[in-house]
């Protein structure tokens, strides 16, 4: 089951994880990787803590 930590009140925002441009490309790679060795989506999306249709659309991009 889901579990929240009561933090504060607050945004939002406030609590959302911000990737700069270093964490970006750390996470292209690491998609890229794994889709070569043959994972699916949703197990890369478990392995990086990332949604399933991010993970898709880090490697679609990453294509072009």
Not at 12 to 32: G, M, P
Request: aromatic letters at 10%; glycine letters at 4%; a positive charge.
């Amino acid at each position: 089951y889901l579990h929240f930590s009561f933090i504060e009140y607050g945004r939002e925002s406030d609590h959302l994880k911000v990737y700069d441009t270093n964490d970006r490309e750390q996470l292209k790679a690491d998609v890229i990787k794994l889709k070569g060795q043959g994972k699916t989506y949703q197990e890369i999306a478990d392995a990086l803590n990332i949604n399933k249709m991010k993970a898709q659309r880090i490697y679609e991009r990453s294509k072009k």
